[in-house]
């Protein structure tokens, strides 16, 4: 009977022995790295750091034990990879980054490399496969995290950029029939939809006779803006509300005239207040000091 | 009886149009002049186009309105269009280079 030699081992068995026999020098190792790297940020506790380890290794024990070739629809594949999703979310939600992640799983293929060395046993050839496959596994995990980071970092952006339309636009009824809008930075196409969506929902609720639109905040304008501005002013008007333009800035009227805007059929004041006189005018509102009449 | 169109005199020279299913806005010829002799018929000074059922205000609505206005300027009656809904306003105010011929009151208690 011819004795088996390493050499004629599938990969994964001798991946699975080297495993077996250094399992607790390769946990040893692994703990005390991810200690350094996780640990000293207080991204996991040592126990925490202890626990994923021992799953790694059991997850990637279980997907060799799958078959000869990794196969990546497999059940294991997917296990370990949604433990490191798992993992690398909870590295970024506890303030961590991609960089101590990544060099976490550059370190992990490190410590099999440097075990596969020791091994005499092993011929070029099965380390060269053993590398091919490792490298796979690897490879794709922090791909893998790569997306699921995009992704997180993506959301957040939409987010965030949600929360400031909704933010950057407070329609509030400053008087019975009179709404104002202060407009803050850039208006653009889909600000524009988003505010105008939300003015004329408001005039229609409230039963606003007069909208005064407060341009103090925005810095800069060009065709465009004034465009959609123009656009706001007709859509209001179309409801059957007035609209009066505030807080236009020298250098933005010195933008409208250089772009030949007319402005000419819009009720335009200097400042918010003086858009409310002209609001309370219209509405034949008188406001006095206690007194003054007497 | 004018089809898909309900008049009613609301009183002091108003005239209240109401659109109905049966509105055929793309042949705005037939319907005008029965809308006139309405008018003429009530001594109407004003009338008062009711948009609230129109959810959408396109071009050949559009042209219908500008059509019946254009016809009620002849026989010295305002065109006024109240309850004009948010989504079409927005839509017709993105097609629009210039403001409509008619006024556009919120509600038909808003009439001055």
Redesign the interface.
């Known amino acids: 009977m011819a004795k088996e030699t390493p050499k004629e081992r599938p990969t994964n068995q001798v991946l699975i022995e080297l495993l077996m026999q250094n399992v607790g020098k390769i946990s040893t190792i692994i703990e005390k790295q991810g200690q350094s790297i996780f640990g000293h940020k207080n991204l996991l506790s040592n126990n925490e750091i202890n626990d994923y380890s021992l799953e790694f290794l059991e997850l990637l024990t279980m997907l060799l034990h799958a078959g000869e070739k990794v196969d990546r629809r497999g059940p294991e594949y997917k296990a370990l990879r949604q433990f490191f999703a798992n993992f690398s979310q909870q590295i970024q939600v506890r303030g961590g980054d991609m960089d101590e992640f990544v060099r976490y799983v550059h370190f992990l293929q490190g410590t099999f490399l440097e075990n596969l060395e020791a091994d005499k046993s092993i011929s070029f050839e099965k380390a060269r496969e053993i590398l091919l496959v490792l490298g796979t596994i690897f490879n794709d995990i922090i791909l893998e995290v790569f997306h699921i980071y995009l992704e997180g970092k993506e959301k957040t952006i939409e987010a965030q950029q949600e929360e400031l339309k909704q933010t950057s636009t407070p329609i509030t009824e400053i008087w019975e029939g009179v709404l104002t809008l202060p407009i803050i930075g850039s208006l653009d196409s889909s600000r524009t939809m988003i505010v105008?969506?939300k003015l004329?929902?408001r005039?229609?609720s409230d039963?606003?006779?007069v909208v005064v639109i407060d341009v103090t905040g925005v810095m800069a304008i060009d065709s465009q803006v004034s465009h959609h501005l123009i656009?706001?002013i007709?859509?209001?008007?179309?409801?059957?509300?007035t609209a009066i333009l505030t807080g236009i800035r020298p250098e933005i009227a010195r933008a409208l005239t250089s772009l030949n805007i007319d402005l000419s059929?819009v009720t335009t004041r200097s400042k918010l207040s003086e858009g409310l006189k002209e609001a309370f005018r219209q509405l034949s509102i008188e406001v006095s000091r206690p007194g003054s009449k007497l | 009886m004018i089809e898909g169109i309900h008049l009613t005199p609301i009183g002091d020279g108003n005239v209240l149009l109401e659109p109905g299913e049966g509105l055929d806005p793309s042949a705005p010829e037939t319907i005008v002049a029965p809308v006139l002799d309405f008018l003429q018929r009530n001594e109407a000074r004003r009338l008062v186009y009711d948009l609230k059922t129109v959810r959408l205000i396109d071009e050949i609505y559009y042209t219908w309105l500008i059509k019946l206005c254009a016809t009620c300027r002849i026989a010295n009656v305002e065109m006024v269009t109240v309850n004009m809904q948010p989504a079409a306003a927005y839509a017709l105010s993105l097609t629009l280079d210039q403001p409509p011929p008619f006024t556009c009151v919120l509600d038909i208690h808003h009439l001055r």
């Open positions: 105008m969506e004329l929902s005039i229609e039963r606003a006779r656009q706001m007709r859509a209001t008007g179309l409801m059957g509300a059929a």
